[in-house]
């Protein structure tokens, strides 16, 4: 199996074109035409990390937080990620990172989080803007079905918890076919009007190319019509953050107890309790003090997230209770995601977790 083949499977779960403008998620080191020898999941693909996936035989370490953010301009081994790079290098090392367009798929780093608290009911926080399409395309009646059934294939036509939706529309279309036209329909120089349906579909905006592709494949004429438009509507799969519900309420003492114990934390910086029961759940891996004003919009009585500086606790305003459980520590369930993922898709294939803690932040309690 070839480095690829990993990659191809990874940007289905989490499209490249989802993250954020600030990141750098996507293949660091190495080649995609690669034979794949194993694949070793972490959270941060440091030297630790490499050098133990070169000892246990895998040449593509899949990781979180990408090893380069920003531009490298020498790599001399004078830091960290030089000396990461260049291990990787100099023993074939594939780096991939799936960063934050994994933040921003509803079954991504925030489910994770959810499945361990037993979120139900859940949602976007922040649904991320211009990532829905619509198509517009015009068919002969008999072929409608068969173009229709080919763009649901290639990712057209959900809607929430919906597949396959169109809105069809009978009409007629008119053309005359010049002399170099070879013409599904109608003679050479004669104008021609055909019975046609209008199928209207939106898509995600990352999947543009392939339903294009399929639409022109599966459409009979040797000119496909066609119109797409963004849309203002927000796609209610993809975003920042998430919010749920608890099973039933709890007290805010006791839902501080099951988050000390779900990350595994010897302690949580908070902020004072409101007095009230627990029932609606705000939460985002990793840094997510951006996202303070939304979870209060929601009316969570509990924020969880990590990174909050000193100055942010004050915007819960007394309105509900902001929980920095550490960076690592809200995204370390991310590695098991990851796994699952993979073992699901190549079930007899070397996939395998890291036995380095890669967290910087020590206690001492």
């Known amino acids: 199996m070839k480095v690829?083949?990993?990659?191809?499977?990874?940007?289905?779960?989490?499209?490249?074109?989802?993250?954020?403008?600030?990141?750098?998620?996507?293949?660091?080191?190495?080649?995609?035409?690669?034979?794949c020898t194993g694949i070793l999941i972490s959270l941060?693909?440091?030297?630790?990390?490499?050098?133990?996936?070169?000892?246990?035989?895998?040449?593509?370490?899949?990781?979180?937080?990408p090893i380069v953010f920003s531009g490298l301009k020498k790599i001399t081994g004078r830091n960290y990620v030089e000396?990461?790079?260049?291990?990787?290098?100099?023993?074939?090392?594939?780096?991939?990172?799936?960063?934050?367009?994994?933040?921003?798929?509803?079954?991504?780093v925030?489910?994770?989080?959810?499945?361990?608290?037993?979120?139900?009911?859940?949602?976007?926080?922040?649904?991320?803007?211009?990532?829905?399409k619509k198509l517009f395309t015009f068919v002969p009646e008999l072929h409608a079905e068969k173009v229709r059934n080919a763009v649901f294939e290639a990712g057209a036509g959900t809607i929430s918890n919906y597949s396959e939706c169109s809105f069809n529309t009978a009409g007629k279309g008119t053309f005359k076919a010049n002399d170099a036209a070879k013409p599904f329909i109608g003679a050479i120089g004669e104008s021609h009007q055909e019975d046609e349906i209008r199928i209207e579909v939106i898509f995600p905006a990352y999947y543009e190319r392939r339903i294009i592709d399929a639409l022109r494949i599966a459409h009979p004429y040797e000119e496909v019509a066609y119109d797409i438009v963004f849309l203002a509507n927000n796609h209610p799969g993809i975003g920042s953050g998430l919010v749920g519900e608890l099973p039933k309420p709890m007290a805010e003492k006791d839902f501080l107890k099951q988050i000390k114990e779900v990350f595994q934390v010897p302690a949580i910086k908070h902020t004072a309790l409101t007095g009230r029961e627990v029932k609606k759940v705000a939460l985002c891996g990793g840094a997510g003090s951006f996202l303070i004003?939304?979870?209060?919009?929601?009316?969570?009585?509990?924020?969880?997230?990590?990174?909050?500086?000193?100055?942010?606790?004050?915007?819960?305003?007394?309105?509900?209770v902001l929980a920095d459980v550490g960076h690592y520590e809200s995204e370390q369930f991310t590695i098991d995601l990851l796994h699952g993922f993979l073992q699901q898709k190549f079930p007899n294939f070397a996939t395998l977790k890291t036995n380095v803690v890669t967290n910087p932040v020590n206690y001492y309690l």
């Open 83 to 108: 000396k990461a790079i260049i291990y990787a290098i100099k023993n074939d090392i594939a780096l991939y990172a799936i960063h934050t367009n994994l933040d921003n798929v509803q079954h991504g």
């Open 293 to 320: 004003s939304n979870a209060l919009g929601e009316k969570a009585e509990f924020y969880i997230t990590s990174d909050i500086k000193y100055h942010e606790f004050f915007d819960a305003n007394n309105q509900m």
């Open 44 to 65: 941060d693909a440091t030297l630790e990390v490499i050098e133990e996936a070169n000892n246990r035989n895998c040449n593509l370490v899949v990781s979180h937080h």
């Open 4 to 35: 690829s083949s990993v990659i191809e499977y990874l940007e289905e779960v989490a499209a490249p074109a989802l993250q954020e403008s600030y990141d750098n998620a996507g293949l660091i080191t190495g080649s995609p035409e690669w034979q």
């Open 110 to 132: 925030n489910a994770a989080i959810a499945d361990k608290l037993g979120l139900i009911n859940r949602s976007i926080l922040l649904p991320k803007t211009g990532t829905l």
